[in-house]
């Protein structure tokens, strides 16, 4: 069975289509790399995972998409239990302007979880996941603005973590950062890759090569070629997906 | 830039002449111009405070061994009382001998205290004259009666007019502040993009109603209201007061807090729905905190309206100058008793002089709170970078 599978997902922002009859399935325990020019339907795609398109005034969507077997979208969806099944990382770091340890905790507090021992100490593996406990540990106490720009974006992740989802979504996610801190966020998804199924949006195409098992192209709101990375990069089977991969794009 | 300048000079020059004319009222003696206050030569007292002359003349001090003298009791005297020891052939018809009267008069009785026109005041008088001190800061701001027109000494304490006005105000932030900030929730973060474009724009009109049409209503409707639920004698209090003031604040503090709360950064919201936050975890967790400063200050200039505000106050508080004990008690605020009473008011006098010092009161008052909220929305500023 897949992990998150969609099924002839249309979208439109008003009258906009974004996504056009978009089938994707993806397995447990895998990265999945979203791939496309600039305003193609990638981030409005991986943000359908957590319904965070819900926000926006006046959308509409058709078609399917289920998670565990479960179609998201259906009757008697939770839709807080499902953000906190499906975890998402934003393009630029957005921490809390709380404590560090108080950023971490959040997602553990608004489950309604008191225990003090308990958050501490999920607190404390959920950073050490992102191994920026050595960093951190002596300033718990301060603002998580105080951290550089990889640091907070780690810190979001081990925030992601903290409620232990099965998926993580990932718009960009080092985008904003220096390239030895998009190293760290790198090996940490491959890492990560054990635990969660992860799906990330990315413009960097050596990027997609190095941490995805699977990419999906898209193009103005098709989903125009999904295969096994190191296929679709070596091999691509559509002309479009080579221009792209190529850089010979007009 | 000319404009802006040409605006200062003037507010500077209101400001200057606000406070020349306050602080003359320090210079001034509360007793009536033209009138002396006699006792007999051998009575040991020599001075009396205003407080004490009123005391005495409403017959709450009765000896005179509660004011530093012997332990007789109080003989007092005003003009009208004159029928009572002499005839009208001995005062003479056109009153020539009244003079010499009051000076025998105040020789031959040791405890008197006598209240009269100076014009009736005899050459050869034979009496001490009291003096009375001039009025000081301590009986201005801490007296706790305001009857500037009482004879023979005015009453000029302020406590009672700016507790009223902290009272109505406090009781108006108190009610507008958990609505205001409800319905600034309520627009900001639930409803759509339609209904926020049909309130947005009401509640600013809300803004724009002049005070006296507010005072109507407060008198029309809730003054009665009050009076049937708690079945009072009358329904002009303070709570009224802090009601009509409480829906005068609402726009500001609605408009003010729901411009705050929008300027939550999205992702903030985004970070804490992801989280699997519900919506009002969200409100509370994280775009109260974020616009705190916006809605304080909100908050705060609600006040500031609430505390400057004549019209509607003046009609449904009662305006009783005592110091309020509850809140379904009538009391009275500063911008109320400038109102009222500056027209009867005799240009350059000693309640003129009073009134002005109120505008003094108040200008430091709302000059206070404007200062606060520079302060605060200055840190807000500060905080986002
Ligand atoms: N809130 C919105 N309202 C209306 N249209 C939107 C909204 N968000 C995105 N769109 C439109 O939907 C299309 C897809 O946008 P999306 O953000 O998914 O692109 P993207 O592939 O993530 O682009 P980028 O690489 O620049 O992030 C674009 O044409 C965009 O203009
Ligand atoms: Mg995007």
């Known amino acids: 069975m897949y992990k998150i599978e969609s099924k002839n997902v249309d979208f439109y922002y008003g009258p906009s289509q974004a996504l056009k009859n978009i089938n994707i399935a993806i397995r447990s325990n895998t990265v999945t790399a979203l791939i496309g020019p600039s305003g193609c339907g990638k981030s409005t795609y991986l943000r359908l995972f957590n319904r965070m398109n819900d926000l926006i005034d006046d959308i509409k969507i058709s078609g399917q998409v289920m998670i565990d077997g479960e179609d998201i979208y259906g009757k008697g969806i939770n839709v807080d239990s499902l953000r906190k099944n499906v975890g998402m990382v934003f393009q630029k770091p957005n921490p809390f302007p709380k404590t560090i340890f108080e950023n971490v905790a959040y997602g553990l507090r608004v489950n309604g979880i008191k225990d003090k021992k308990f958050i501490e100490e999920r607190v404390e593996t959920s950073i050490k996941q992102v191994v920026l406990w050595d960093e951190v540990k002596d300033k718990l106490k301060k603002s998580a603005f105080e951290l550089s720009g990889g640091q907070q974006q780690r810190l979001c992740i081990a925030r992601a973590l903290a409620i232990q989802p099965s998926v993580i979504l990932m718009d960009e996610p080092t985008s904003a950062l220096d390239p030895i801190s998009t190293a760290k966020v790198e090996e940490l998804i491959y890492e990560l890759k054990a635990k969660y199924t992860i799906v990330i949006v990315t413009h960097n195409m050596q990027q997609a090569g190095r941490v995805s098992d699977r990419t999906a192209f898209f193009y103005l709101g098709e989903l125009v070629e999904y295969d096994e990375t190191k296929k679709l990069f070596t091999n691509p089977k559509q002309e479009r997906t080579q221009n792209y991969i190529t850089g010979r794009f007009g | 830039m000319l404009s802006s300048s040409i605006t200062s000079l003037t507010v500077v020059l209101i400001v200057v002449f606000l406070f020349k004319e306050g602080i003359g009222l320090f210079n001034q003696k509360p007793v009536e111009p033209g009138y002396v206050i006699a006792i007999n030569k051998n009575n040991k007292v020599k001075e009396l405070s205003s407080v004490q002359l009123k005391n005495i003349y409403d017959q709450k001090i009765t000896h005179w061994s509660e004011v530093g003298g012997t332990h007789d009791s109080i003989v007092l005297f005003q003009l009208e009382d004159i029928s009572n020891y002499y005839s009208d052939e001995q005062i003479g018809d056109n009153m020539q001998n009244l003079g010499s009267c009051m000076s025998r008069l105040v020789d031959s009785l040791p405890n008197i205290i006598a209240f009269f026109p100076d014009k009736y005041l005899d050459k050869k008088f034979q009496g001490t004259l009291l003096e009375v001190d001039k009025v000081t800061l301590h009986d201005f701001f801490a007296g706790k009666e305001w009857i500037p027109t009482a004879k023979p000494s005015a009453q000029l304490g302020v406590l009672p007019l700016i507790l009223g006005t902290l009272w109505v105000s406090l009781g108006a932030i108190l009610l507008a502040l958990p609505l205001g900030l409800a319905a600034a929730v309520y627009m900001s973060e639930i409803a759509n993009e339609r209904v926020r474009r049909i309130m947005k724009p009401l509640i600013e009109l809300l803004a724009g109603i002049p005070s006296v049409v507010y005072g109507f209503f407060g008198l029309v409707i809730i003054v009665p209201l009050i009076q049937k639920t708690f079945d009072l004698p009358v329904g002009e209090t303070g709570l009224a007061g802090s009601i009509v003031l409480g829906i005068m604040a609402l726009p500001t503090i609605i408009t003010i807090s729901e411009d705050a709360m929008r300027n939550t950064p999205r992702a903030m919201k985004e970070a804490s729905l992801a989280l699997g936050a519900s919506r009002w975890q969200t409100i ?37 100058a005592v110091i309020p004990h509850s809140i379904l008690a009538p009391v009275r605020t500063i911008p109320a008793t400038i109102a009222a009473e500056l027209g009867e008011t005799s240009n350059g006098g000693l309640h003129y002089k009073a009134l002005f010092a109120l505008g003094c009161i108040l200008f430091l008052i709302t000059l206070f709170i404007n200062l606060t909220v520079e302060f605060i929305s200055n840190r807000q500023k500060h905080n986002k970078h």
């Open chain 2, 284 to 320: 509370y967790k994280v775009i109260i905190p974020y616009s705190i400063s916006g809605i304080s200050a909100g908050a705060i200039l609600g006040i500031g309206r609430a505390i400057g505000e004549t019209m509607a106050v003046l009609m449904v508080t009662g305006n009783a």
